[in-house]
């Protein structure tokens, strides 16, 4: 009898770094597809992440420009989120190699390797499928793999990847266009959430896939791909720890634990669903979401879910067995408050929260290159003097971002979450919108050069979920209150949410003698008399904060209290909204752009519209300026310290 030739189909896995739940694996473990063997690979795509580390030919450049973003030159990955996908390509790799599989891993862009793959005689690829993802860039990938294929003669399939908490099949609308620019609106339409997800895939079994073929080409050159998870790792980081990401990082902290201590990986992600239920934090979750300090305030599911190594419906069909008391439930489960009496506020809220993922997600369907644009979704003209300009020419606009991303701007809640970033890849969901708005509304920074910062430091970067919320926060995007709408005032956040400054105090040690909760927001009251005694004298965020805000403490309604609207809102965007703000705080007046010239050898940028590229992987830490003192940054307040009057009351009513 002749032996059917063998036809290996290829997997090109993306963000969809799981076994279970997962349409491809299940529909190649279960269906009939004609393919002898099955090839998962992944790339770490070169205009994402740096590979440059893993060039191994002696004398050989990487023929890659560097992966940096297109304002401020950050390093796309940084190297937090970038040990976080080493942990769950390599568990994913372990997971496919027990179930008698196993994981290609490759450096490259993605077509390039899907057209290595397919001219190799060693494996006569049949089939590629690949995820469908909806960001610029993706979709670009998807278009060059789509190009190959047909080329080469070879099928391709996108597939759905069933990862969200609504399955693509049951949004309500046919077009990208229909989706409400309102939130509440879309829910409205899905509601009761409950009983919006469908149910997850079954679980593969071990030798249901085609056998991993016998050869696989190598990885092609100038390039190796190391052959165990810490040259792995290592190779992603080397090229980032060539030079300093910013000037005078925060220095590591060895008594403050990480809130985000996690390993990446689907079999990581499980271990924490089941103790966020068994552990009681779900059933609390709608009174602790809004934490600062400590793991389980919030679920912590987001760097998993970004990667896809776990699925909303996954998180959702574990609370429903919670909430149900079925047999499924570990027996961890049992004891927790909750267990069997049906939903509480706790899932409630956490399943609100993940359709705030989905929507984020279907406006990048909806709005895709105005995802990255300085006008937002909304598309109106911005003053072209709206955002001061760090750059060559703006040395005083230079140091203020420098500052901001350092975490040495005095304020307290926002040198907390920025210093916490940059040293665990995490930072709270109210410590991010505090920090967006601060930068955006307060120092009028291009609120682009935030959302790539989080790009780089996030080990839960989502491209939607990151965009959609600096548009948010910015004013810019699907808020229906418009660009003066939410301005959080970072003080009165500090006395909502952290009263004992407890957390600034966590990451911000210099402040650690401070005893009241104003000085610990402001250090600049500290009377001057009182700095040398408490070892705060001299330092800048003392001395020259970037923002003064007047705060008294002990007026009605000015201070310890949940502003009203939060009881009906959610996390995307909440604040003191109720104000408006009218003060501009350090304008220093619109200048060039932060990088002028043309990034070269490109992929083709993401469609940030008018904004200038940056120049020979150089950013704004290139043109490094040296002013100094308040008067250096231009603008009243920063020179009085004081915000107008009336605006800085409107803003803490
Ligand atoms: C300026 C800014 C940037 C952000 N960037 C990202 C990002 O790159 N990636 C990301 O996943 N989230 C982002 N968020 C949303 C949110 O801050 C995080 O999802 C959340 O803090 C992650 O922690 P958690 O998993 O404990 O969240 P939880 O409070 O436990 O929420 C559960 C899940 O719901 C989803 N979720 C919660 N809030 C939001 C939201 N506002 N928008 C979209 N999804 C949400 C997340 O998947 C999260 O894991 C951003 C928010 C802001 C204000």
Redesign the pocket.
Known sequence: MAVAKPSTLVYLMRRDLRVADNPIFHAVSTKAHGFTHFLPVYVFSAQQVEVSGFVSEEGKNCPYPEARSPIGAFWRCGPRRAEFLAESVWDLKDSLESLGSGLCVRVGMVGEIARQLIASDQLNVGGVWMTGEEGVEEKREERDVKRVCKEEGVDLQIWGDEKYFIDDRDVPFSKPSELSDIFTTYRKMVEPLRDAPRPCLPTIQKDSLPPFPVSIPIQHAPFSMPDDYDGLLGALQAPLSKQPIIKNPPQQISDTESAHPFQGGETYAQERLSHLISSGSMTT?KDT?NGLLGIDF?????AW??LGCITGRQVHAALISFEDGTDDCADSWKAAPGYGKGENDGTKA?RF??L??DY?RLCTRKFGPKLFRVQGFKGQAIPHDRWINPGPSNAAATEILERFLNGTTGMGLIDASQRELYLTGYT??RA??N??SFMSKMLNIDWRL??EW??SM?V???VS??W???Q??AGVGNDPRGENGRIFNPVKQGFDYDPQGEYVKAWVPELRDLKNPSEIFQAWTVPVGQREQVGIAGLAMVEAPLKKIEFTIGRKNNAGRRPDNEKHN????QGQGQGRFRGNSVRTGGEKGMGPGSRPGGYGGRGYGSSKPYSGGRGYFSYRGRGRGGDAFGGREARTGMMEKDAAAALWR
Do not use: F
């Open positions: 979750y979401r919030s679920t912590k599911l987001s879910l970004a956490v929260e993940l705030w993922r984020m709270s969901n991010r919108q920090v967006a935030g959302a989080y790009e996030l839960d970067y989502d979920s990151n959609g919320n600096w948010y926060v959610r996390g995307g965007g």
